[in-house]
């Protein structure tokens, strides 16, 4: 439905676990069209809901999904949790760093 609106971005796309469907699957449906903004689970950066590791596969999952990067804003999707720790949103900042610049 996205695609056939026309419509150039899809804005605070919430992947699984948050929802059913994994960031993958978005990608694989609507391609670079529209523009996703999202895709990083808000729990994610909760210490409470995340370990350490669950985290960072997250964010592994997160970036596999994005192929080459080009459609895609990385953000929380939704919103940042009052409690969230800020060391991980750095992290999320850090990891996408070293990626570089899309070409």
């Given at each position: 439905?996205?695609?056939?609106?026309?419509?150039?971005?899809?804005?605070?796309?919430?992947?699984?676990?948050?929802?059913?469907?994994?960031?993958s699957?978005?990608r694989?449906?609507?391609?670079?069209?529209?523009?996703?903004w999202?895709?990083?689970?808000?729990?994610?950066?909760?210490?409470?809901s995340?370990?350490?590791?669950e985290?960072?596969a997250?964010?592994?999952?997160?970036?596999?999904?994005?192929?080459d990067?080009?459609?895609?804003?990385y953000s929380?999707?939704?919103?940042?949790?009052?409690?969230?720790?800020?060391?991980r949103?750095?992290r999320?900042?850090?990891?996408?760093d070293?990626?570089?610049?899309?070409?």
């Amino acid at each position: 439905m996205y695609v056939l609106s026309g419509v150039d971005l899809a804005d605070s796309v919430c992947p699984a676990p948050m929802t059913e469907l994994p960031l993958s699957e978005y990608r694989g449906a609507f391609g670079r069209r529209p523009a996703i903004w999202g895709g990083i689970c808000s729990t994610s950066v909760l210490p409470g809901s995340f370990s350490e590791d669950e985290f960072e596969a997250h964010i592994d999952e997160v970036i596999s999904a994005a192929g080459d990067f080009r459609g895609m804003i990385y953000s929380i999707a939704d919103t940042v949790p009052p409690d969230a720790s800020v060391d991980r949103i750095r992290r999320i900042g850090e990891r996408l760093d070293e990626l570089g610049a899309v070409r």
